[in-house]
């Protein structure tokens, strides 16, 4: 899917808005979650890279578009590959999260459910970029994710570092929340899967009309 969708620069634009946005929605989250109380230098970083990622995704997305740009103007769902599906996923994340954390006192629960929630999009990043990356290689594309694939491999042993050391169980609670983010991507790749396979349609039928 990812070959096919590189191939495509409109098609692969709205795709790099689609993680421009998640990356964008991240950092809404987060800045949301983490109150001033808590926040160290490394969560401000955090924040400030995630926001990084959107810009850089973004103008990948504009420089792909080139002078088609406005169909990646905004996040809205139209200017995004798999429409609002990407949010979905973070919202599953969140509440697998929330849930798994259940049994924990109010204290500090809100930082515990960053650290989890953030390890769990980490790792995910880590596994999927470095496709995204390989399949942009091969294309000989003009744009690279290594840059941001280095911070997302910082940020995911931060996490995880952290997670340990404040949480009783970690691993067995990663395990059991990754069972529910993997779920939840599919349904997010089935969506870019659609949207891609009624987007070649209505390209094709274009393409057949303007031959006729
Ligand atoms: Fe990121
Ligand atoms: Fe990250």
């Known amino acids: 899917m990812l070959h096919q969708i590189v191939r495509q620069p409109l098609l692969h634009a709205r795709f790099i808005n689609a993680l421009a946005r998640m ?6 989250k987060m800045l949301k979650a983490r109150s001033s109380q808590s926040l160290d230098v ?41 429409g609002d599906a990407g949010e979905s996923y973070l919202q599953t994340v969140d509440h697998a999260c929330e849930a798994e954390l259940a049994d924990l006192t109010d204290d500090g629960r809100t930082d515990l459910n960053y650290l989890l929630s953030s390890a769990l999009i980490e790792i995910r990043a880590d596994a999927f970029y470095p496709l995204y990356e390989s399949a942009l290689r091969e ?46 991507f599919s349904n997010w790749l089935a969506a870019f899967d659609a949207d891609m396979h009624a987007w070649l349609a209505s390209h094709r039928a274009e393409e057949l009309a303007s031959s006729n």
């Open 23 to 28: 990356e964008y929605t991240g950092v809404r």
């Open 139 to 184: 294309a000989e594309s003009p744009i690279s994710i290594r840059g941001i694939l280095k911070d997302e491999e910082r940020h995911l042993a931060e996490m995880d570092q952290r997670l340990h050391a404040h949480i009783a169980n970690a691993d067995q609670r990663i395990e059991r929340v990754l069972a529910l983010e993997e779920g939840a």
């Open 42 to 82: 490394d969560g401000l970083q955090h924040a400030l890279e995630e926001a990084s990622h959107a810009y850089r995704l973004k103008k990948f997305a504009l420089q792909i578009a080139a002078e088609a740009a406005s169909e990646v103007q905004t996040f809205a769902a139209r200017h995004c590959l798999g």
